[in-house]
C-alpha cells in the first residue's frame, strides 16, 4: 500500500502531485498523461499558470518533461486519465489529497497556538547559538587540519533530530514547522545541550 505522503506532498501550505504518480497510479503512459493535461490547457479547462511544469530523471536517466499538479487541477484531470486502474487511482489519489488537506489544517491549527509560536521563537535562538558555537568549533578544527569540518553543522543536526525522533525522514523538508510545541522544546534542549558540550 503506498503512503498517502508518497503521493500528495505539502509545500508552502499546498498539496500537490506529479503526472509522473498520477500515471503510475492509473497505468497509463506518462506521455499520454502529459498530452491529457496539455489538451486541457489548450482547452482552457484548466488554467497553465496552476500547473508548474517541472522534470525528472526516467529510467533510463534521460532528463524528462512532467507537471506538478495542484489538488483543484488534479481532480479535474483524473476523468480524462482512464487507465487499467483508473478507478483505484482516482480512489487513491482523492484520498490522498484528503489526508494532505487534514494534515495543513493540523499544521494551521498547532501553528496558531501561543505555545507553538513561543517555542518556536525559543527554537530559533537556540539554534542561532548552537551554530554559532559550532561556527567556532569548525573554525578550531579546520585550523588543526580537518578537511570536513564544514559537515559538522549537518551532522550534529541529523544527530540531535535522529537522536530526539528516532526517524526523520517522516518529517521530511521544514522538519520544525511539522513539530508540536513540546517537540520544539526538546529540540530547544538538545541544540543547548550540543552547544554546551562544544
Known sequence: M???????AVTHGKATTTSVLVANLFGRHHRNVIRSIDRLIENRVIDALSVERISYQDSMNREQVAYRIPERESLIVMP???????EE???ILVDAFLAARA???????MHA??????ARI???????????VIAAFVEYATNQGSRN???YYICLTKETNRALFMVTSA???????????QQLASVAMAEHIVERSL
Open 2 to 8: 503506498t503512503a498517502a505522503s508518497d503521493i500528495v
Open 80 to 86: 480524462f486519465i482512464g487507465g487499467r486502474r483508473a
Open 89 to 91: 487511482g482516482q480512489r
Open 103 to 109: 494534515e495543513i489544517n493540523r499544521l494551521h491549527r
Open 113 to 118: 497556538s501561543p505555545d507553538w509560536q513561543q
Open 122 to 132: 525559543e527554537g530559533k535562538t537556540a539554534r542561532r547559538n548552537e551554530t554559532d
Open 149 to 151: 569540518a564544514r559537515r
Open 171 to 181: 518529517f521530511g523538508k521544514n522538519v520544525r514547522q511539522k513539530l508540536s510545541a
